[in-house]
Each structure stands twice: as C-alpha cells, then as structure tokens.
C-alpha cells in the first residue's frame, strides 16, 4: 500500500508507551516494525543479529589496533629477531608484516566472536524484547520505505493482520544488576546494520525502561565500547549519562578497549 506524506516524525502513545515512527520520502511504502517479548523460536534469529553487530566492528577495532604503538613495538621487535637470529634479509624480513597483521585479525576476530556468543548465551535475561518487520515476500528493502514501530498489543487490535515476510531487526534485554535489586543492567542492545536510524533502538530501549519502571527498578545501567560511536549517540538521546570511562583486556593487556559505563534513572529516588 503507498501512502502520501511529508518528512517528519510522528509519535504515537499507547498504553502510556510511546513510539516513533519515522517518514522520510514522500509516496512511499509503509512497513509495520512490531516490538513484542522474545520467543523461544526467535533464538537462532537474534543470536545471528547479535553476531553480526559485533562481526560490523571488527574494522574499526583492527585499524586502531594497527596503528597502536604496541603492534608497531612488537612487529619491530619481530623483524629484528628475525634479522638477527635467523640472518634473514630485511628486506624478506619486512615482508612478514602483513603475516602479523592478518594474526592480529584473526585474534581480534575470535576475541569478538567469543564476546558475541557470551553476551548472547551466558548473560541470562529478566527479559527480552525483539524488533520484527513486516515486509512482502517480493519486494526488496529501500530508502523509501516508510516503517510504522507499534507493539504486539496493537498488533492484536488491528482488525486486518499485516502479511508478508516477517524478519528479526532488533533486539534488547535486561538482567538483574549484580550490586543493587533496586537496578537492572540493559544489554544486547542491536539493531540490524540496514534497519539503523529508523527509531528501532530508540523504541526497544523505551520499552525496557517502561518495563523497569513498571516493576519497581529505579535505576538502567549498561557498558559500550570506544566502537560504538553511533550507540553512544543513541544513548545521548535516550537519556543516558557516563559515569565512568574505563580499560577492559580484549586480547592481553597490551591491547586494551575503552569502556564507557552509562546509567539512566527511570523512576525518581529520594535520599
């Protein structure tokens, strides 16, 4: 179905939840994104959403890892080994350095894929949502496609059930806090790489804070790499605040990755 409109943001409350959905071109397709509790069923989904949101900056942390003073000591201290012990030429010597890039890759890679499978497999969820977009079977996703992010309770009042392909996009989850009942800690938050910017995340995260007020949690906390640039972003907007920058080992303590811890308040305390 095609529909007229205007860019501009619409927002929508219901039950006391607010939702965004998002217009960017006008004579565009409207796509329903329903955020409902996740299933059983959904696992094999959002495990691959969440490792291919880790696998998406794997880039960026190998280029600042490249360019780190520890790589260029231990790549010299390499070729001098080499040079010296082994009498090989410099020259040849100098070729093995993409021999050490590509196993600073490789660790990387398998530091992120480990990290992917704990975050999804041994941090054990209070509860999780996810992110499904409605979409036809025939039609590929594009820039103007419009999306329309409603819950499963509308979903079950609307009189005409969307059809189509159905496809995970996001997901989000909350565990119990490790030093105060009275907080909760907001993990595994992703979005789909082609489904960012579209008010996806913005609405998982409101949907958990209005889960954590409802049951008495005063306090959402969480923890996000340097890489995160754009999450961090998010985060701004959704009222989260830094309480502490510190270093977390990724593959010795010679290559360190710079947290951001940030907190949220979603119901008022009184000391």
Known sequence: ????????T??????????FAFNMHKESTMHLIVIRKQRDNDTPQVSELVR???????????LGYVFNEVTFQITMIFIALEFIFFQIRLFVCFLTV???????????YGAVTMKSAQVMYEKKPIISWVAEVYEPFFQATDQKSRYKIIDDQQLEDMKE?????????????????????DWAWLFRVVTD??????????????????????????RLELAMS???????????RAGFQVQQLYHKELLTKAYMLQMYHLSAEVRPTFS
């Open 52 to 62: 291919n949101a880790y696998a998406s900056n794997i880039s960026n942390m190998f």
């Open 226 to 236: 340097e890489y995160n640039q754009g999450a961090r972003q998010l985060f701004d």
């Open 98 to 108: 993409p021999l050490i890039l590509l196993l600073i890759y490789v660790c990387i």
């Open 161 to 181: 059930k969307p059809q189509g392909r159905k496809q995970i996009i996001g997901t989000v989850a909350v565990m119990r806090h490790f030093q105060n009942p």
């Open 193 to 218: 790489e082609r489904y960012r910017r579209k008010g996806v995340a913005f609405n998982l995260i409101n949907t958990a804070r209005d889960w954590c007020r409802n049951h008495q949690i005063n």
């Open 10 to 19: 619409s927002t929508v409350v219901v039950s006391g939840k607010t939702f």
């Open 1 to 8: 179905m095609i529909y007229g409109c205007q860019s501009q």
